[in-house]
């Protein structure tokens, strides 16, 4: 996948803290290169909007998402955890 707008640095930079933060959880060393990733989620992401945690919050910790009446509030923790909370 080619990487030409800033979304998609967003997006990549976003996997690449995915993966490496798993790796780091379960002690193991990544065993394929991202692209290969990549390559293996491209069906899935060219089924679902994707949007990357930092984009959405552009660049703070917070960001609130309305769904009809209701206000939601998305927040990344200290942990690198996402929180969804009415």
Not at 31 to 47: F, G, N, R, Y
Not at 65 to 75: A, K
């Amino acid at each position: 996948m080619s990487i030409s707008s800033p979304l998609n640095a967003t997006v990549q930079a976003d996997l690449d803290l995915v993966v490496d933060n798993y790796c780091s959880s379960v002690g193991k060393k990544k065993l394929m290169a991202i692209d290969s990733v990549e390559e293996q989620m491209l069906p899935t992401l060219k089924k679902l909007p994707t949007y990357g945690a930092k984009s959405l919050t552009k660049g703070l910790d917070q960001a609130q998402i309305i769904l009809g009446d209701q206000i939601y509030t998305l927040r990344i923790t200290r942990a690198g955890k996402l929180l969804l909370t009415k």
